[in-house]
């Protein structure tokens, strides 16, 4: 594997034209009903693009990145972005954190320094080397010009790069699809990975003979689960059936990005509907910008094509007996329950069930405090 350092450095031509395109926006007639009801908010979406042209500062926040130490891999032919930040002083615990979508690498970078140097901030455990990649196909990493590649496959390649990294037994964090690349982690390389920890449950588990009945908490939590797609669940279908006819006006419009992008942060996120208590804005916008600048906001959505075409369904007898520790984050999908207990332990050797008071689903990004402390004192017990 070569690897090589790399920094961030978008052009000013792409950032002139990104204010110009943002300045010359045609914008809808606002929806007759509440605010958010049928979408993004006309008023709040004005606003947060107005900011991102003449308000934000994209070179402040691309040096605040280009503090960490970021480097590029071509693993097998794919190029893999990510960062590696070493405990100061030590050999740390190898950890590989994966952000999910609609996200980038930006969302875990709150728990860096809470892991790296954990007694600094008063959390009582050893320090960790942190890794943390961006998915293919999302921001500065490419996606393979193919189809089928799924959390699976991406399982494989950052297997490959923590052994690159010289990482023989590691651990693993993930949310959302990195949920489930951390879950295929520890199916495939049980050797290597010494523990996982999930903030939510990406992967269901094999329910085909010879497995247990459902309880009825089971029942109840997945009847609730079909009622949220129903009402929320609209991206999905799109971005898992067509994402190169949505990303046609993603790629070429900054309000429709930002539209598409920004509705999700704010249904998924514990914000009680109000985002800027939540969520900074130069948080949101210094997502959209990498995804704006490096053009991949639809390569990032072919994860949904990909892995539903036969990324996620697990096989009898594929669970996951590596020690498993989960942050049960309430408001992750607004306003699901969280689910029981019974439902993670049939795909998982559960060592650590851990309901949050606060946080929803960009928990590194919303509650980094609260998710490190968790992901220190599970993998202190190991």
């Given at each position: 594997m070569r690897?090589?350092?790399f920094t961030?450095?978008?052009s000013d031509?792409?950032?002139?034209d990104l204010r110009a395109r943002?300045?010359?926006?045609r914008w809808p007639?606002?929806?007759?009903s509440d605010?958010w009801?049928q979408?993004?908010?006309?008023?709040?979406?004005?606003?947060?693009?107005?900011y991102?042209?003449?308000?934000?500062?994209?070179?402040a926040?691309?040096r605040?990145?280009?503090?960490f130490?970021?480097?590029c891999?071509d693993?097998d032919?794919v190029?893999?972005h990510?960062?590696h930040?070493?405990a100061?002083?030590?050999?740390g615990l190898?950890l590989?954190?994966?952000?999910g979508?609609?996200?980038?690498f930006?969302?875990?970078?709150p728990?860096?320094?809470?892991?790296?140097e954990?007694h600094?901030?008063?959390?009582?455990?050893?320090?960790?080397?942190v890794?943390?990649?961006?998915?293919?196909?999302y921001?500065?990493?490419r996606?393979?010009?193919?189809?089928g590649v799924t959390?699976?496959d991406?399982a494989?390649?950052?297997?490959?790069?923590?052994?690159?990294?010289?990482?023989d037994?590691?651990?693993a964090?993930?949310?959302?699809?990195?949920?489930?690349?951390t879950?295929?982690l520890?199916?495939d390389?049980p050797d290597?990975v010494v523990?996982i920890?999930l903030?939510?449950?990406?992967?269901?588990p094999y329910?085909?003979?010879?497995?247990p009945?459902?309880s009825?908490?089971?029942?109840?939590?997945?009847?609730?689960a079909?009622?949220?797609d129903e009402?929320?669940?609209g991206?999905?279908a799109?971005q898992?059936?067509?994402?190169?006819t949505?990303?046609?006006?993603?790629?070429?419009?900054?309000?429709?990005?930002?539209?598409?992008?920004?509705?999700?942060?704010r249904s998924?996120?514990?914000?009680d509907?109000d985002?800027?208590?939540?969520l900074?804005r130069?948080?949101?916008?210094?997502t959209?910008?990498?995804?704006?600048?490096t053009q991949?906001i639809t390569?990032s959505?072919?994860?949904?094509?990909?892995?539903?075409?036969g990324g996620?369904e697990l096989?009898?007898?594929?669970?996951?007996d590596v020690p498993t520790g989960i942050a049960?984050?309430?408001?992750h999908?607004v306003?699901?329950?969280?689910p029981?207990l019974?439902w993670a332990?049939r795909?998982?050797r559960?060592a650590?069930?851990s309901?949050?008071?606060?946080?929803g689903h960009?928990?590194a990004?919303?509650?980094?405090?609260l998710?490190?402390?968790?992901i220190?004192?599970?993998?202190?017990?190991?």
């Amino acid at each position: 594997m070569r690897i090589e350092p790399f920094t961030i450095d978008v052009s000013d031509e792409v950032l002139r034209d990104l204010r110009a395109r943002i300045r010359r926006t045609r914008w809808p007639e606002p929806a007759p009903s509440d605010a958010w009801e049928q979408g993004t908010d006309l008023d709040y979406l004005q606003a947060l693009l107005a900011y991102w042209a003449d308000g934000f500062d994209w070179r402040a926040q691309e040096r605040r990145l280009n503090d960490f130490e970021h480097h590029c891999g071509d693993i097998d032919g794919v190029l893999i972005h990510f960062i590696h930040a070493r405990a100061p002083g030590a050999t740390g615990l190898p950890l590989v954190l994966t952000h999910g979508w609609p996200s980038t690498f930006v969302e875990m970078l709150p728990l860096v320094p809470l892991l790296t140097e954990p007694h600094s901030h008063g959390i009582d455990a050893p320090p960790f080397d942190v890794v943390v990649p961006s998915l293919p196909g999302y921001g500065f990493s490419r996606r393979p010009r193919r189809t089928g590649v799924t959390t699976r496959d991406t399982a494989e390649l950052w297997h490959r790069l923590m052994s690159g990294l010289g990482y023989d037994r590691y651990g693993a964090h993930g949310t959302d699809f990195g949920a489930g690349v951390t879950t295929f982690l520890a199916l495939d390389h049980p050797d290597a990975v010494v523990g996982i920890h999930l903030s939510n449950l990406e992967n269901a588990p094999y329910l085909g003979a010879g497995t247990p009945p459902l309880s009825d908490e089971e029942r109840e939590w997945l009847t609730q689960a079909r009622e949220w797609d129903e009402r929320e669940g609209g991206y999905k279908a799109i971005q898992s059936t067509r994402p190169q006819t949505l990303g046609y006006g993603l790629n070429d419009s900054p309000a429709g990005l930002a539209a598409w992008v920004v509705e999700k942060w704010r249904s998924w996120s514990d914000s009680d509907g109000d985002l800027d208590a939540t969520l900074s804005r130069d948080v949101l916008l210094t997502t959209l910008t990498i995804f704006w600048a490096t053009q991949t906001i639809t390569s990032s959505m072919r994860d949904y094509v990909d892995n539903r075409a036969g990324g996620y369904e697990l096989g009898p007898g594929e669970r996951v007996d590596v020690p498993t520790g989960i942050a049960v984050f309430a408001h992750h999908h607004v306003p699901d329950p969280p689910p029981p207990l019974a439902w993670a332990e049939r795909l998982y050797r559960v060592a650590r069930w851990s309901p949050m008071p606060a946080g929803g689903h960009f928990a590194a990004t919303e509650q980094p405090a609260l998710l490190a402390r968790d992901i220190a004192a599970f993998f202190r017990r190991l």
